[in-house]
């Protein structure tokens, strides 16, 4: 039978203080960089380097993927913002660059036999170029000669032969039939019918040609032989299939007449045809290129009247806008899309701005005065994808995302290595464009750089995203604190002020910034790798010591540099610090109360993260709710802090309820919040306001606590140290520092301090103090004064300690719970 725990007989103020636990030394705030330890006394003595810093496992994934030339291995670039990716790999891209002896220009022709379907050249570097040329040269020759030739006595003489020719033999068969006509009593005469004339064959009456009908008439009138009418009609007949016998040779004999001419256009003028287009052949060996040759010729051979002298056109009256001529050969115009001719290196393209007409290239189009749109080959442009065939295309993977259209034809076309050129416009309604353009085999490699959550949203959202980005080069964000790193550093510095024309830095200033490389990073033992905040502040320390007239960059230009930095982010930190001065954000920094407890959270606007003081409180009573988190209850806890606040319970039932029911109602919240609570890291503050609130011990206002606890009792680390440290350090500074002042952190947060010099300074003149705490034994010890208490073999916790007082108290709980239920049966 259990020992029955006696109840105090003193109140927990007349018991005997516990020890406090001992602040961490100032050696222990922050990492300091002494000067005279880099070996150097100005950055002049520092040999620039170019070397990308602490991103071995980056670089050797880009290695791989830039070297890899099969199927899929495009690259993902993650890393946080100014960790120097982009640098990085315009700097890798520069390694890998190679000579361009590989590089295709690209072209669209017409399709003689589907317009709407332009045809894709790609050929070696430079023949591009070079058939455009040829072509318009050939054109323009031919309109020259072709005129010439039809102009040439040649010509002329071999037409006027063939013509007179089949004149002759045109005129002999008329004749023939004219005569056979006349033999027979008839004549062949025109007749009129509507507004054309046509042959007709006419009897000849008394020397006269009177037509049949008016025979017909006379007959019946009995002025004419029936017999002879008769007659006259079946002979009629009978030369009226003659005639058409004859008609139909004649237009044979024009059929001859032309075939004869277009034999001697063949003769005379396709041999200049046929000749440029061979010497064309030859120099462009390519089967598709040799198939487009044959076209232009048969069309220029079924079109040579086209290229005849042509007539200038009729100038307009003065005063009215001439309208532009449109081009009469467009159709043998060679549309040079990517022309690669005076390429030395492999392409990279960076496209800042991947729209999709950026991207993928579009069918330009012209509205013409009747309001209609027209479009041809000529208007095909090309996009970055083709821009960088053969090389390598940078892009940012969020603005590729969040263009329309984009993600997914870039996914098709690193599919299936085609390029399809289209015109794409969602804002119109309607297919701007019938127009077709062969898709063109594409030679690229994608590098897109993005960050880790996107990554992982494509990885696991999209299922193409995996085969086709086979690569993911990873940047580290911080790199170990050592001297190598050290001298990279300085090596950093070096080149951004001999890049950029800065003053030199002296060994105070450099130290001041390696300094602040610890603290961007929130660790000692490391330095952050976001180079692009290092050297904003390089430069504006330069600007400091500009505004002093000084030739060398000392500490104190360095530290202006990064105080103006905080200071341009921190008017709404400057706010909230005048409220609470005010008092309209009730913190309190002296006294002791039951149940409350200063808790510590960071507020980031983006370009600056502080940190601020949030009053929590804990009431507890009878009741079988367990811990009530007001902030859920209001919708208005994040799932990380509504977990943390459950592990509240698990650790009281740990402790107090293996001999009893744990019969207790324990509402939390957080004072003066009108916003949303996410994060575990004020659990251990939750935790000392139920067990101040359960044990009547009052909390002391000096001491602001942050941690997250398990159920164990474990004090566990948190994000964000040094900005809540500071945030509750310049509320007592502002009220006047006492020498109690302090905060509560978990231990494993020590290695994180980097604390400001001001802070230092107040706890190395004792008037300020930071504890390290493991459990929530130590810290409840730290602020109420009394020792926590541990539990004896026979279960019951030291007499007079913070535990014994809570058990008491959930054991009267209990107590009074049972009688309850028992008075209601």
Same mark, same amino acid.
């Given at each position: 039978?259990?020992?029955?725990?006696?109840?105090?007989?003193?109140?927990?103020?007349?018991?005997?203080?516990?020890?406090?636990?001992?602040?961490?030394?100032?050696?222990?705030?922050?990492?300091?960089?002494?000067?005279?330890?880099?070996?150097?006394?100005?950055?002049?003595?520092?040999?620039?380097?170019?070397?990308?810093?602490?991103?071995?496992?980056?670089?050797?994934? &880009?290695?791989?993927?830039?070297?890899?030339?099969?199927?899929?291995?495009?690259?993902?670039?993650?890393?946080?913002?100014?960790?120097?990716?982009?640098?990085?790999?315009?700097?890798?891209?520069?390694?890998?660059?190679?000579?361009?002896?590989?590089?295709?220009?690209?072209?669209?022709?017409?399709?003689?036999?589907?317009?709407?379907?332009?045809?894709?050249?790609?050929?070696?570097?430079?023949?591009?170029?070079?058939?455009?040329?040829?072509?318009?040269?050939?054109?323009?020759?031919?309109?020259?000669?072709?005129?010439?030739?039809?102009?040439? #006595?040649?010509?002329?003489?071999?037409?006027?032969?063939?013509?007179?020719?089949?004149?002759?033999?045109?005129?002999?068969?008329?004749?023939?039939?004219?005569?056979?006509?006349?033999?027979?009593?008839?004549?062949?005469?025109?007749?009129?019918?509507?507004?054309?004339?046509?042959?007709?064959?006419?009897?000849?009456?008394?020397?006269?040609?009177?037509?049949?009908?008016?025979?017909?008439?006379?007959?019946?009138? /009995?002025?004419?032989?029936?017999?002879?009418?008769?007659? !006259?009609?079946?002979?009629?007949?009978?030369?009226?299939?003659?005639?058409?016998?004859?008609?139909?040779? &004649?237009?044979?004999? =024009?059929?001859?007449?032309?075939?004869? !001419?277009?034999?001697?256009?063949?003769?005379?003028?396709?041999?200049?045809?046929?000749?440029?287009?061979?010497?064309?052949?030859?120099?462009?060996?390519?089967?598709?290129?040799?198939?487009?040759?044959?076209?232009?010729?048969?069309?220029?051979?079924?079109?040579?009247?086209?290229?005849?002298?042509?007539?200038?056109?009729? #100038?307009?009256?003065?005063?009215?806008?001439?309208?532009?001529?449109?081009?009469?050969?467009?159709?043998?115009?060679?549309?040079? &899309?990517?022309?690669?001719?005076?390429?030395?290196?492999?392409?990279?393209?960076?496209?800042?701005?991947?729209?999709?007409?950026?991207?993928?290239?579009?069918?330009?189009?012209?509205?013409?005065?009747?309001?209609?749109?027209?479009?041809?080959?000529?208007?095909?442009?090309?996009?970055?994808?083709?821009?960088?065939?053969?090389?390598?295309?940078?892009?940012?993977?969020?603005?590729?995302?969040?263009?329309?259209?984009?993600?997914?034809?870039?996914?098709?076309?690193?599919?299936?290595?085609?390029?399809?050129?289209?015109?794409?416009?969602?804002?119109?309604?309607?297919?701007?464009?019938?127009?077709?353009?062969?898709?063109?085999?594409?030679?690229?490699?994608?590098?897109?750089?993005?960050?880790?959550?996107?990554?992982?949203?494509?990885?696991?959202?999209?299922?193409?995203?995996?085969?086709?980005?086979?690569?993911?080069?990873?940047?580290?964000?911080?790199?170990?604190?050592?001297?190598?790193?050290?001298?990279?550093?300085?090596?950093?510095?070096?080149?951004?002020?001999?890049?950029?024309?800065?003053?030199?830095?002296?060994?105070?200033?450099?130290?001041?910034?390696?300094?602040?490389?610890?603290? !961007?990073?929130?660790?000692?033992?490391?330095?952050?790798?976001?180079?692009?905040?290092?050297?904003?502040?390089?430069?504006?320390?330069?600007?400091?010591?500009?505004?002093?007239?000084?030739?060398?960059?000392?500490?104190?230009?360095?530290?202006?540099?990064?105080?103006?930095?905080?200071?341009?982010?921190?008017?709404?930190? =400057?706010?909230?610090?005048?409220?609470?001065?005010?008092?309209?954000?009730?913190?309190?920094?002296?006294?002791?109360?039951?149940?409350?407890?200063?808790?510590?959270?960071?507020?980031?606007?983006?370009?600056?993260?502080? /940190?601020?003081?949030?009053?929590?409180?804990?009431?507890?009573?009878?009741?079988?709710?367990?811990?009530?988190?007001?902030?859920?209850?209001?919708?208005?806890?994040?799932?990380?802090?509504?977990?943390?606040?459950?592990?509240?319970?698990?650790?009281?039932?740990?402790?107090?309820?293996?001999?009893?029911?744990?019969?207790?109602?324990?509402?939390?919240?957080?004072?003066?919040?009108?916003?949303?609570?996410?994060?575990?890291?004020?659990?251990?503050?939750?935790?000392?306001?139920?067990?101040?609130? &359960?044990?009547?011990?009052?909390?002391?206002?000096?001491?602001?606590?942050?941690?997250?606890?398990?159920?164990?009792? =474990?004090?566990?680390?948190?994000?964000?140290?040094?900005?809540?440290?500071?945030?509750?350090?310049?509320?007592?500074?502002?009220?006047?520092?006492?020498?109690?002042?302090?905060?509560?952190?978990?231990?494993?947060?020590?290695?994180?301090?980097?604390?400001?010099?001001?802070?230092?300074?107040?706890?190395?003149?004792?008037?300020?103090?930071?504890?390290?705490?493991?459990?929530?034994?130590?810290?409840?010890?730290?602020?109420?004064?009394?020792?926590?208490?541990?539990?004896?073999?026979?279960?019951?916790?030291?007499?007079?300690?913070?535990?014994?007082?809570?058990?008491?108290?959930?054991?009267?709980?209990?107590?009074?719970?049972?009688?309850?239920?028992?008075?209601?049966?």
């Amino acid at each position: 039978m259990k020992k029955k725990p006696r109840s105090p007989k003193s109140s927990p103020a007349h018991t005997k203080p516990a020890p406090l636990h001992k602040p961490l030394p100032v050696d222990k705030l922050r990492w300091y960089c002494n000067p005279k330890s880099l070996k150097v006394k100005t950055s002049d003595e520092i040999k620039p380097t170019r070397e990308i810093i602490g991103q071995e496992r980056a670089l050797r994934a &880009l290695r791989v993927g830039l070297a890899m030339k099969h199927f899929g291995y495009n690259i993902f670039v993650t890393g946080v913002s100014g960790t120097g990716r982009t640098t990085t790999i315009k700097r890798m891209l520069h390694e890998f660059e190679m000579k361009g002896d590989g590089l295709r220009d690209h072209c669209y022709v017409f399709n003689f036999k589907n317009t709407d379907q332009p045809i894709a050249l790609s050929l070696p570097a430079g023949q591009g170029k070079g058939l455009k040329i040829d072509m318009a040269s050939f054109i323009a020759d031919l309109q020259r000669d072709i005129p010439s030739i039809y102009e040439g #006595q040649r010509y002329q003489d071999a037409r006027k032969s063939v013509l007179g020719h089949f004149q002759d033999r045109q005129k002999s068969v008329l004749q023939d039939f004219e005569k056979r006509v006349k033999e027979q009593g008839f004549e062949l005469v025109q007749v009129q019918v509507g507004n054309l004339m046509r042959p007709d064959i006419v009897p000849v009456v008394a020397e006269k040609a009177t037509s049949l009908d008016e025979i017909e008439t006379l007959s019946q009138k /009995g002025d004419f032989p029936k017999e002879q009418f008769e007659s !006259l009609k079946k002979a009629q007949g009978v030369l009226e299939k003659q005639m058409s016998t004859v008609f139909r040779e &004649l237009r044979n004999i =024009e059929k001859k007449v032309q075939q004869s !001419l277009t034999e001697i256009e063949e003769k005379l003028v396709m041999p200049i045809v046929d000749e440029a287009i061979q010497v064309m052949k030859v120099t462009y060996d390519d089967k598709k290129v040799h198939a487009y040759l044959d076209d232009v010729r048969e069309n220029i051979g079924g079109n040579l009247d086209r290229f005849r002298a042509q007539q200038p056109p009729p #100038q307009p009256p003065q005063g009215e806008e001439q309208e532009v001529e449109e081009d009469v050969f467009l159709e043998y115009e060679v549309n040079l &899309l990517v022309d690669n001719s005076q390429a030395e290196h492999t392409p990279v393209v960076i496209e800042t701005n991947p729209k999709y007409k950026n991207l993928f290239g579009t069918v330009e189009r012209v509205l013409e005065k009747g309001g209609v749109w027209r479009t041809e080959f000529t208007q095909i442009k090309a996009g970055s994808l083709l821009q960088a065939d053969g090389g390598y295309l940078v892009l940012n993977a969020l603005d590729t995302l969040v263009e329309p259209g984009v993600w997914q034809d870039l996914k098709r076309t690193l599919r299936t290595g085609k390029l399809e050129i289209l015109t794409y416009e969602p804002m119109f309604g309607f297919a701007p464009s019938g127009m077709k353009p062969e898709p063109i085999k594409l030679n690229v490699k994608v590098i897109m750089v993005g960050d880790a959550e996107l990554y992982q949203f494509l990885h696991y959202r999209d299922e193409d995203f995996q085969k086709i980005f086979k690569i993911r080069s990873d940047f580290d964000y911080e790199i170990p604190r050592n001297p190598s790193s050290v001298e990279k550093y300085l090596q950093f510095i070096k080149m951004v002020s001999d890049d950029e024309k800065l003053r030199t830095c002296d060994r105070t200033a450099m130290a001041v910034l390696l300094e602040f490389g610890l603290r !961007l990073s929130g660790r000692q033992g490391k330095f952050s790798t976001r180079f692009n905040v290092i050297a904003d502040v390089i430069r504006e320390a330069n600007y400091w010591a500009g505004e002093e007239q000084k030739t060398v960059v000392s500490a104190h230009h360095v530290k202006k540099a990064i105080e103006e930095r905080l200071y341009r982010g921190a008017m709404v930190e =400057e706010k909230m610090q005048e409220m609470i001065h005010e008092g309209t954000m009730m913190i309190d920094t002296v006294g002791s109360v039951v149940g409350q407890v200063n808790g510590l959270a960071v507020y980031d606007t983006g370009e600056h993260a502080f /940190g601020k003081p949030s009053r929590i409180t804990a009431r507890t009573a009878l009741g079988r709710a367990g811990v009530i988190n007001i902030e859920r209850d209001a919708e208005m806890s994040g799932p990380t802090h509504n977990k943390g606040v459950a592990i509240l319970s698990g650790y009281l039932r740990s402790m107090f309820a293996q001999d009893k029911p744990l019969i207790m109602s324990a509402s939390i919240t957080f004072e003066q919040s009108y916003g949303g609570v996410d994060g575990d890291s004020a659990s251990s503050t939750e935790m000392y306001a139920i067990l101040s609130s &359960l044990s009547g011990v009052p909390i002391r206002q000096e001491l602001a606590v942050t941690g997250s606890v398990n159920q164990k009792g =474990e004090v566990q680390p948190i994000g964000g140290v040094n900005e809540k440290i500071e945030g509750f350090f310049d509320i007592c500074k502002a009220r006047g520092l006492t020498g109690k002042h302090g905060v509560l952190i978990p231990i494993q947060n020590v290695g994180d301090l980097m604390l400001r010099d001001d802070v230092t300074e107040a706890v190395k003149k004792k008037k300020f103090h930071v504890y390290a705490v493991s459990t929530v034994n130590q810290g409840i010890e730290i602020l109420t004064g009394v020792k926590a208490g541990d539990q004896k073999k026979d279960g019951i916790f030291e007499e007079g300690t913070i535990n014994f007082l809570a058990d008491h108290r959930l054991r009267q709980y209990a107590e009074d719970w049972r009688r309850f239920e028992a008075g209601n049966k």
